[in-house]
Structure formats: C-alpha cells, structure tokens
C-alpha cells in the first residue's frame, strides 16, 4: 500500500515570505518515485519535479527548492520570496517501482497575500 | 509541443443521464491514465492503459464506469445513469512509457451531476 500525508491544509503567507510544505509518504517498495505537483485555480496539474527514491540530493529550482530524507520518508517543498502567482494547490505524489498508479496527498492551499 | 487535452471542460448532467469525456494525450504517448479528483482531495486513480490495452481498472468506482482506447490514442471515459456522487473533476494524464516517465496531466472536465 502506498500513502501519501500533507499535514497542513490551507497555508496563508505575505509576499515574500518563504513558505515550506510537508510531505511524508509510506510504502513498501524499496523503488519508488516522488513527485510536486501544482494545481492553479484553472485546475491543470502542472509537474514541478520529481525525485528517484535512490537519489537523495536535494534540488534547487528557482525559487522552488526540494528536501528529501529517505530516513523520515518525507519530501518537503519550500517557495522562498513567495509571490502571488504561487497561490495555488500542491500536491505530493508517489509511484512505485512497477506500479502505474500515482499516490497523491490531500494537497496544501497556498495562498499568497499581496 | 501540445500538451493533454480535454473535453468539454465543464459538463452538467442530469441524474440519470450518461456522459462520455474525451482525452487527447501527447502526441506518441504510449500511457494513458483516468483519475477522479473530489472538491477539496487529491485525485484517485480510475484506470491506466498501454496503447490501446487496458491493463488496470481496478480504481472504477463502478460498472456505470466504462474506458476505451480504441486505436491508442484519444481515450473516452463514459459514465452511464449518472449519481450525484459521480460529481467531480476527471483528469486525464499521459507519459511516455510507465514504469519510469512523468505523468503529464491535462486540464480535467468537471462534472456536475444535478
């Protein structure tokens, strides 16, 4: 069984601000992927990264940057300066080696206050 | 390139009535993926083909959902004697090939059933 938590529900910081997103997952595989993805107001899910369970480098993208610890099964997301087209629902994902289907959270509102 | 594409974006069905959503995958896509996404959850996994098999269907709320793929391109997802419950949103998503590749997700169709 794959899980997928996202403890925080709605998120609300000023312009500017960093933001960090919690993402803890469960499963048995010993293979498995991790993915962001950011769901705007239009609704498309749009793919932010994705991260390989035997690659625990942790990535910059911009303002986007991403923690990943192996030992605590999670993979945090941070928005650093927010802006206000951040404002948007993220969600975390799983994939194990093998499976088709993707896992997601519940997903964390962000949302930007001008 | 064009990404996934949906249709129509918005449905309003009458209890009862059956419907039938489109998806254009990326073009050479070999996966495509059906996923339910209720107001305020994360979107859940209907069902997955390759080509135009469908290898997994165990995510099918019920037998009043029917997929096909039928030249391994453009995908229907038909809901026969539609329930309120069927309300949501229902996205499409493709990769390349599925063990390793990124799902790709289009905009999704709301549904509403009244």
């Known amino acids: 069984a794959q899980k997928v938590t996202q403890a925080q529900t709605e998120i609300s910081v000023v312009e500017k601000e960093d933001v960090t997103l919690d993402c803890v997952y469960e499963t048995r595989d010993t293979t498995y992927y991790l993915f962001w993805y950011k769901q705007p107001p239009s609704g498309e899910l749009v793919f932010l990264i994705r991260?390989?369970?035997?690659?625990?480098q942790n990535e910059i993208s911009g303002r986007y940057s991403w923690n990943f610890q192996k030992s605590t099964s999670s993979f945090n997301f941070t928005i650093t300066a927010s802006q206000v087209v951040d404002s948007a629902v993220y969600f975390c994902a799983l994939r194990g080696y093998g499976n088709n289907r993707l896992a997601f959270g519940k997903g964390n509102q962000v949302v930007v206050i001008p | 390139g064009a990404g996934v594409s949906q249709s129509p974006r918005y449905k309003v069905a009458k209890r009862g009535q059956d419907v039938a959503l489109r998806c254009d995958p990326i073009?050479?896509?070999?996966?495509l993926f059906w996923y339910q996404q209720a107001l305020g959850q994360g979107p859940e996994f209907l069902t997955y083909f390759q080509n135009e098999a469908q290898l997994d269907k165990s995510g099918l709320p019920s037998d009043r959902f029917f997929a096909e793929r039928p030249e391994g391109s453009v995908s229907t997802l038909k809901i026969q004697r539609t329930q309120q419950e069927d309300s949501a949103v229902y996205l499409c998503?493709?990769?390349?090939?599925?063990?390793?590749?990124?799902?790709?997700f289009g905009p999704g169709t709301r549904l509403t059933v009244l």
């Open positions: 998503a493709s990769s390349l090939v599925v063990t390793t590749d990124t799902q790709y």
């Open positions: 991260r390989n369970s035997f690659d625990e």
């Open positions: 073009s050479g896509h070999v996966s």
